[in-house]
């Protein structure tokens, strides 16, 4: 997901200054947008530096990654079968009595109540640890209600990902779009760009 990404963007910021960090490390999130000063200011709101609060840096990443606030995706992975993947984050979710995964699915069951987004959840996110000192990844729903969104990711992946990434960053460069490029969960098979407004 693109929060991690972010993450590391944050906790490079909290070494680096408010500049965006160039430091040649693949998991970086790296800014790539018009050549104008303005349009970076459009990417970062307010200026986030190893001194900023906890509250600037959780209001900077809310403000990039903006998507619908009544629900969120949280990661999980199998103990039985090492897949991973993302469902919504439930209050009931293996509650006893309540709960009957795996029997009933999530989206059959009458008693889903999706958690909301909070500076508390965008927290544990960016530390990537939950109030339990569990791991913990949350991702974004980017497709509002309205059917629109804030920002927009596309992924590239299998043969030729380098050069396909490359090329579309060149065309959002080229109509001055802000792109953010990253490297993959997957590590070097593919990457993400994500255009932000």
Same mark, same amino acid.
Request: net charge positive.
């Given at each position: 997901?693109?929060?991690?990404?972010?993450?590391?963007?944050?906790?490079?910021?909290?070494?680096?200054?408010?500049?965006?960090?160039?430091?040649?490390?693949?998991?970086?999130?790296?800014?790539?947008?018009?050549?104008?000063?303005?349009?970076?200011?459009?990417?970062?709101?307010?200026?986030?530096?190893?001194?900023?609060?906890?509250?600037?840096?959780?209001?900077?990443?809310?403000?990039?990654?903006?998507?619908?606030?009544?629900?969120?995706?949280?990661?999980?992975?199998?103990?039985?079968?090492?897949?991973?993947?993302?469902?919504?984050?439930?209050?009931?979710?293996?509650?006893?009595?309540?709960?009957?995964?795996?029997?009933?699915?999530?989206?059959?069951?009458?008693?889903?109540? @999706? $958690?909301? =987004?909070?500076?508390?959840?965008?927290? *544990? #996110?960016?530390?990537?640890?939950?109030?339990?000192?569990?791991?913990?990844?949350?991702?974004?729903?980017?497709?509002?209600?309205?059917?629109?969104?804030? @920002? $927009?990711? =596309?992924?590239?992946?299998?043969?030729? *990902? #380098?050069?396909?990434?490359?090329?579309?960053?060149?065309?959002?460069?080229?109509?001055?779009?802000?792109?953010?490029?990253?490297?993959?969960?997957?590590?070097?098979?593919?990457?993400?760009?994500?255009?932000?407004?």
């Amino acid at each position: 997901m693109l929060y991690l990404a972010y993450r590391q963007r944050v906790r490079s910021a909290r070494s680096t200054g408010p500049e965006w960090p160039n430091d040649g490390n693949d998991a970086t999130l790296r800014v790539l947008a018009a050549d104008s000063p303005e349009t970076l200011m459009e990417l970062r709101p307010s200026p986030v530096a190893q001194t900023s609060s906890s509250q600037d840096k959780i209001d900077l990443f809310r403000s990039l990654f903006r998507g619908r606030e009544d629900v969120y995706p949280r990661r999980f992975e199998s103990r039985k079968t090492g897949k991973s993947g993302y469902a919504p984050a439930c209050e009931n979710e293996w509650v006893p009595g309540i709960c009957e995964k795996p029997r009933i699915k999530c989206a059959e069951c009458p008693h889903r109540r @999706f $958690l909301p =987004v909070t500076d508390e959840v965008i927290r *544990w #996110h960016l530390s990537g640890r939950d109030r339990d000192g569990q791991p913990f990844v949350a991702g974004v729903y980017p497709l509002l209600p309205d059917e629109t969104c804030f @920002f $927009l990711a =596309v992924d590239f992946d299998k043969a030729g *990902w #380098h050069e396909d990434a490359e090329a579309f960053l060149d065309t959002c460069r080229r109509l001055t779009l802000p792109a953010a490029l990253e490297q993959s969960r997957s590590g070097r098979r593919g990457a993400r760009v994500a255009l932000l407004r």
